[in-house]
């Protein structure tokens, strides 16, 4: 983890999230397919006013004690029924639905209904006229919990049950209004139209429903009772407007790093004109290189402080002015440069940028890295003013206002996307430069003969010991956002890996005289095909390893 002293802004203690349910009604439309039932809160409300929302609220005690008042599934238990049963007596107090049962399995009917008061204790009224509470008809689909950054917060399941036979909402007309049923896709597009207000959660919730076409087809994708997906969202800004994402996009990681709290403060549109802070002792300065190989380009890091000086990570392309950039957000005071390998959008930048500090009456810094092997491509030679080794410490020290402060980096060799690829660990702050061999966003090519796809995976499962040595939860790739759940991430992409090579196993199995060109076809039909030409790189390596496993070739 990040010292506490090198964060950017002072902590701030989230509020404390307050238990709630929700539930998503769900019926079928012969025309419209699945649709969902949805309400408009109060524009006086708390949270969310004004916004349509499924029926749901906060869990009181009387919910947790009506345990012996509803049917459930063996595994529904504890608080899982007691988030059930809120959801339930919320639909009933907000839109007079009643998710109960009478004894012979007949649902509540509108008689029922009627003689329910919704000011009154639900369960009880419930049992006094022989209906048990419905809950094991309710299913968890998804578990949000509210963004750190909002003043009132809940922890909050979305279960999703069939709207009972016979009954028909009617709204409070005090917390909730104008209650109609309407499917994802139409709810979106209103959203989208300005005429349907909705938060994000509802928002990414309708989009992952959009793939279902009924509630059959829904509740079979729901199994055993543990929920589709779970987030607790963060916000950045793009174009100076919030903008809130989900674990599994590409900005979350950054934004855990820079605000962990939940301040809104870190902005995620990419730049070149100037380094963007990503800790006191981390900024990063993205080359103005992009393209189908780069992403949003190449990025070049600064490690340290004033009181220690810097070192460079990858000074980029051969571009003055992003050198000149580099140079100057590091205050000129730059006393190492290290490249992660060689490719030309990561080294070329290496010697102009140690002439720049020479120019400033400082010592020239040294230029650190791995040489080019004689398998590298021509554009990639690459000589490095002095060779790392594996496991050396780069380190830098200083006395800052809180006294000695050190910034020490592990070099971690790493081969795979090139024969002289390192990875950088800050041991101090948890953190892992990767360079190209992990990014965010896509999966690097291993290009042979100076890319192995085996010595690639080898490295990806000593960078996790190293992670999980380290408490390394970040890694900060040259290409993309930072990237969070540094040991998940690692896992993800081995997975990805191995999947792929079972696909190019099958493609060559499929055609055992057929060309890579063919192969490739098969084996990344889920990629664009203008993509297919980078592919057959790492295809060609994915069949070098294979060949390489077979018995008998050890």
């Known amino acids: 983890m990040p010292r506490t002293s090198q964060l950017l802004y002072p902590h701030r203690e989230p509020p404390t999230p307050l238990p709630a349910?929700?539930?998503?009604?769900?019926r079928d439309d012969a025309q419209a397919g699945l649709q969902i039932l949805m309400t408009r809160r109060s524009a006086k409300a708390s949270f969310a006013p004004g916004a349509y929302v499924f029926p749901g609220g906060g869990i009181e005690p009387t919910d947790a004690g009506a345990h012996a008042l509803a049917e459930h599934r063996p595994a529904q238990t504890g608080q899982a029924l007691t988030q059930a049963i809120a959801a339930i007596r919320e639909s009933f107090e907000e839109l007079g639905i009643v998710l109960a049962r009478h004894a012979d399995g007949a649902w509540a009917t509108p008689a029922d209904i009627a003689a329910l008061d919704r000011a009154a204790p639900f369960a009880a009224q419930c049992a006094a006229r022989g209906l048990r509470l419905a809950a094991d008809a309710m299913y968890p689909l998804a578990h949000w919990t509210t963004d750190r950054d909002l003043p009132k917060r809940f922890d909050v399941p979305f279960l999703v049950a069939r709207m009972p036979p016979g009954q028909t909402p009617v709204a409070d007309n005090a917390e909730q209004f104008a209650p109609e049923w309407v499917s994802p896709a139409d709810a979106l597009a209103r959203h989208t139209a300005g005429h349907f207000f909705m938060i994000f959660p509802t928002i990414r919730t309708l989009e992952?429903?959009?793939r279902f076409a009924s509630v059959d087809a829904l509740l079979a994708a729901l199994h055993g009772e543990q929920p589709l997906w779970t987030s607790c969202p963060r916000a950045g800004l793009r174009a100076g407007r919030e903008s809130r994402h989900m674990e599994h996009e590409m900005e979350f990681g950054e934004l855990a790093l820079v605000c962990p709290d939940g301040q809104i403060r870190h902005a995620l549109d990419w730049q070149s004109d100037h380094a963007v802070p990503l800790l006191r002792n981390v900024q990063r300065l993205t080359a103005p290189n992009p393209g189908a190989m780069t992403g949003p380009g190449t990025n070049s890091y600064l490690v340290g402080d004033p009181a220690t000086g810097y070192i460079a990570i990858d000074p980029g392309p051969l571009d003055a002015g992003h050198q000149q950039r580099l140079w100057r957000a590091a205050g000129g005071d730059i006393r190492l440069i290290v490249c992660t390998h060689s490719h030309p959008d990561h080294s070329p930048g290496a010697r102009p940028l140690q002439q720049l500090c020479g120019q400033s009456g400082k010592a020239r810094p040294p230029i650190l890295g791995l040489p080019s092997q004689p398998t590298a491509r021509a554009h990639s030679a690459f000589t490095p003013d002095r060779s790392l080794s594996d496991g050396e410490l780069l380190a830098l020290a200083g006395q800052g206002p809180e006294g000695e402060i050190t910034h020490t980096l592990q070099v971690v060799h790493t081969p795979g996307h090139a024969a002289n690829h390192v990875c950088l660990l800050l041991r101090e702050d948890g953190l892992l430069f990767s360079g190209d061999h992990i990014l965010n966003g896509s999966t690097t090519v291993i290009d042979p003969p100076d890319g192995n796809m085996t010595d690639y995976m080898n490295?990806?499962?000593?960078?996790d010991v190293l992670c999980k040595q380290w408490n390394v939860q970040f890694i900060l790739p040259a290409h993309g956002y930072v990237l969070g759940d540094a040991r998940g991430a690692i896992a993800h992409l081995k997975a990805h890996r191995l999947?792929?090579?079972?696909?190019?196993?099958?493609?060559m199995q499929k055609l055992p005289d057929g060309t890579p060109e063919q192969w490739v076809e098969l084996a990344y039909?889920?990629?664009p095909p203008r993509m297919w030409p980078l592919a057959?790189?790492?295809l060609l390596a994915h069949v070098e390893r294979?060949?390489?496993l077979k018995p008998g070739n050890d």
Request: net charge positive; hydrophobic share 55%.
């Open 525 to 527: 039909d889920d990629v």
């Open 208 to 210: 992952r429903l959009t």
């Open 536 to 538: 057959q790189r790492s």
């Open 21 to 26: 349910a929700t539930v998503l009604l769900l």
């Open 499 to 507: 999947a792929r090579e079972a696909k190019v196993l099958a493609a």
């Open 546 to 548: 294979i060949r390489s």
């Open 459 to 463: 490295a990806l499962d000593r960078l």
